[in-house]
């Protein structure tokens, strides 16, 4: 399915560029260690970040984006590796609903990730060799004190606003709780304060054809010289279905056949869906580690905000000055509405400065990528009012 | 995940004994193969099956039901196999909606199958070597043409009813379909007249884990002495997903830890739900064959009745006689109420006579396997006033 799966990837190309790579990068030596949720310590470590825009004099206009499972520090720029757009530049970028010309925006890789921030294709220092499984645990929480570290590390002491979609989101949420006082304004998108049984048993799917391909081999693959590329690809191949709705695969290619007029009464790809899907799983394998993917989806697994709190949301929020703006979509079912709305519950218990829009779309949990008006026009109202509030000046001509 | 794939398993017992099984079969030679759709001809070939009741002297009293994906012929009887009840042995049984006091239960394994009907474990006539993928691909129609060769066989020309869910409905719409004046009445549950994109999607991600396995080696597996047990497991952990709901995970296992206080910071299964799916994907390898899910799940893909008539469905039960008790799950949403009102809506059109029930569950499409009362009511009360229409004896004390 994924050609010669010890052919060199682009991923591969990516960790050979961990020391130089087209990212910014902070580096912390082993004296300035992270201390993770598990318990162990990580250092050396580093964070590759991306940056837009300009730091006003008051460092008062500072954005953090956190990205998605698979996402990546490029929301409003070119990827490198693959050539496409940045993720998010409809929403991200000059004159765009969080607004470049106006904003300091940054966007890091995710620890654990593997475009440049310490994850399992990481050295380990110790060894010489990748950590693979040997790299501890992260969570989300993790992932967030690294970027709190970038963050201090440029200097800056409150954010403007924290913004991010599914795993993003779990990422403004635990900002929201961890570092109240950093953080001005928070736009979780399309997430949820808890992964759902549901959405740890697709994860464990996708982490168990990752393991089920003899080319993981116990995770030392990269010193092996071999690439998981067949059971990486199942993985996303099923993760994929759950970023769509029911409809919107029904819209796109409810039965069409695939470059052929009739069933061929085989197994290759008949229909359209089959032939994208087998699409999705072999391009994601050249610029995704299939052991990254393994620790991500276990950070978002372990996600459990409330947990933190004796089993009380509220809790996380209590006495919190952040303004909230939340948003979910009619026709995501892998973060359904409900989710939000819980978040939404906790954040009025708490007496928080909340805003709640449910987006009527047919696009699935995919929404918050794609060109939907009304999340567009959503984020602009409330990144503009939050500004005023802020003291921040509006773009000329613009508000 | 699933021990050593290439040990012996409950399912090459079963293979073993193709010649000599428990099941009742029903044997064809080559001169009188079936035509399948694809054009082939299949031929000897043989069917398995289980009965259960007795055949009243007018042979009106004759109920077929067909089976899911991954079901069997043991219906209302003890799996040989797994030492587990019959599948449906609360639908059917004495006493039991369909009353096998007062009908004759047919129960066939499909054609495609593993457990006595020809499928691709079969030992193909030709080379001595078991089928694997030289067998031609089945349709949904093609496992009801086997199953009207059955009911020939055994000297029933109308059968009194035909039911089944998921899969086993699509064999019902079929043989209302095909075979219009054979069936008196016809109770198709959770299903739908033809297999929607994101199904499809569903089961490419499975065929595409048991592809993905080394030791299904082109699906010759079983002459080089390999099993994808592996592929196999992934494939039916994502299916058993969909078989479930949201809410009916969230209830059963919620984040639930597995054996433990706190959660391990690793890749075992911390919580109940991965455990609970890793066991689901062990335990099928024992008593599936690889090969058959792949031809099983392409008839599903495969089956659109629209299709046969010209895209027109209520042309597919034009002038029909048959009865329809028409059955979804309010929580299903591998075959939402929507494709089965879309199916009413066809046989409103062909004004037939048909009921139908939205039955209201959080159990998700397992529903029309579990302990539903709602849904033993309305198929018991259906098959008794049918029974009155045809002429059938209640059972002495009930009605």
Chains 1, 2 share one sequence.
């Not at 020391?19 to 162990?40: E, I, N, Q, V, Y």
């Not at 998010?88 to 440049?116: E, H, Q």
């Not at 978040?343 to 708490?350: E, I, M, S, T």
């Amino acid at each position: 399915m994924s050609g010669d799966s010890q052919s060199t990837t682009i991923a591969d190309a990516a960790r050979r560029e961990t020391d130089a790579p087209s990212s910014k990068l902070a580096k912390f030596d082993a004296r300035a260690p992270l201390t993770l949720d598990s318990g162990a310590t990580l250092g050396p470590w580093q964070i590759a970040y991306e940056t837009y825009g300009t730091l006003n004099a008051g460092k008062t206009n500072a954005v953090l984006v956190c990205h998605a499972l698979t996402g990546d520090q490029y929301v409003a720029s070119t990827n490198p590796l693959t050539g496409k757009p940045g993720w998010w530049s409809k929403m991200v970028g000059p004159g765009r609903p969080i607004d470049t010309d106006v904003y300091f925006v940054i966007c890091a890789n995710v620890l654990g990730g593997c475009l440049g921030t310490t994850g399992p294709a990481t050295t380990n220092p110790e060894t010489g060799m990748p950590y693979g499984l040997s790299l501890p645990v992260i969570t989300i929480r993790d992932m967030v004190r690294a970027q709190a570290r970038l963050v201090d590390h440029l200097g800056i002491d409150t954010l403007f606003a924290v913004a991010g979609g599914s795993m993003g989101g779990m990422q403004v949420l635990q900002w929201a709780a961890s570092f109240p006082e950093r953080v001005f304004s928070a736009i979780p998108i399309a997430t949820s304060a808890r992964h759902s049984s549901q959405n740890i048993a697709f994860h464990e799917v996708g982490r168990q054809a990752i393991m089920a391909d003899p080319n993981w081999a116990g995770g030392a693959y990269l010193t092996k010289d071999l690439r998981p590329t067949k059971g990486l690809a199942v993985a996303r191949m099923a993760a994929h279905i759950t970023y769509m709705s029911d409809e919107s695969l029904h819209q796109k290619f409810g039965r069409n056949l695939q470059d052929r007029e009739d069933l061929t009464f085989g197994f290759d790809a008949d229909f359209q869906i089959e032939s994208y899907l087998r699409h999705q799983g072999m391009t994601f394998v050249d610029r995704f580690d299939a052991n990254s993917y393994l620790y991500v989806t276990r950070a978002m697994d372990y996600f459990d905000l409330a947990g933190e709190f004796d089993g009380q949301l509220a809790r996380a929020f209590q006495g919190t000055k952040t303004r909230f703006c939340i948003m979910s979509f009619t026709s995501d079912w892998l973060f359904p509405t409900a989710e939000s709305r819980a978040v939404v519950k906790a954040l009025n218990a708490a007496a928080a400065n909340v805003s709640f829009v449910e987006v009527d779309s047919d696009r699935g949990h995919d929404a918050f990528l794609l060109d939907v008006p009304e999340m567009f026009r959503t984020v602009r109202g409330f990144v503009t009012g939050a500004a005023k509030a802020r003291g921040i000046p509006a773009p000329g001509g613009r508000d």
